[in-house]
């Protein structure tokens, strides 16, 4: 007898799975931690997907796609997509995080994210790939002004995921398709609900963009998510969503109304478990100018400065976790987002603190880059502190010796007497 839709549910509760994968004819599978695990030993049945259509409120006889939601009997909430491959049934469901975690402990600048969330108006953007928990920095962010500061705060969402309680904050929660026919007629709706704060659970197409910059000029607080890479790709992304007669009109409102873009990706650390990078820019002064002339280079330059605490990018914002580490474990080596670029990073700061310029590395990160991509470290820490002090003395030995050579050359190259 086949596994029941709701003991695979409840095994994604309990390996806290992020998606459940069913197809007709095929083992149930649960993504855990990035990787695709085979759940169960029978494959789903027709019966069981017809089922689990109907429940979600479609037709497998005349639907080929639908989204909907989906409560198991322990309560979870599911995010449903039911879908047809190669004309069998098939449901991909993501597994919906109900309670809040507080802000401060998934990784993101907390600090510079309710400094913004603060302000009276403007647009801030949570970006990054699926899956990657922009929904759930979002959903903490506005829980911290739950606590925080008395607002109304109007959500249209597709589906609703986290379910807000009012605190100091009165919420209005609309989801799409049931709700409000559209992100961008349930955003010009919320305009005439009296709302300080709009949260856009995703901006998708020219509409919602355009009516979330006039609402943001128009005195709200407007938070919305955006599927980009990077800082540097959000405002291109953006922008791409306007027809080019209107590419000027959208530079001018994200360049004026752009509070700050941070942007998202989860990598795996040695033990298996992930953790959060942020790349993040607060707009104004050259920024803002950059936005307006739409100079993605110097944007990118900026952050590769690193000369602004509100500008950092995953290469500065690695340094710090793989340096301190999360509860004692570091990140993967292969999962850096240059490990050329990290390495030489983790050079210069051993250097100074070398010349008591700053605070050195452990061990940790030394072991990181000598276990060359593997993925548990193999370097005793005497070891890995013995060969950075080595690489240190080489490199200060050539400088040296690079200098004591010049000093004996005339300005052509060529030998002093």
Known sequence: MPISIDQILSAADEHNASDVFLQEGELPRLKINEQICLYGEEPVTLAQLTALWQT??????????????????????????????????????????????????LGAPDHLLTRWVSKPYGIILVTGPTGTGKSTTLAALLQWLNQSLGRHVVTIEDPIEYVFYNDQCLFTQREVGRDTDTFGRGLRGAMRQAPDVIFVGEIRDFDTALTALQASETGHLVLASLHSEKVSDTMERFLNLFPPDQINLGLHLLAHQLIGICCQKLVPRVDGKLMLLCEHIENGGAVRDWIARRDVDKIQDYLMRGSDPNAVNFLRSMSP????????????????????????????????????????PPAATWGNILAEGRDRLLVAPWIANLAGLCIIVLVLGINILGNGLREKLDPKGRPVA
């Open 56 to 105: 979600c409120g479609a037709d497998p006889v005349s639907e080929r796609d639908r989204d909907s939601g989906l409560i198991s009997q322990a309560g979870t909430r599911f995010r449903v997509n039911m879908h047809k491959s190669i004309g069998r049934l098939g449901a991909v469901m993501r597994r919906i995080r109900t309670k809040i975690p507080q802000l401060e402990t």
């Open 321 to 360: 976790i793989a340096f301190v580490g999360v509860d004692g474990a570091t990140v993967r080596f292969n999962t850096i987002v240059d490990p050329g670029k990290w390495v030489m990073r983790i050079l210069q700061e051993t250097a100074l603190s070398f010349l008591g310029l700053g605070l050195p």
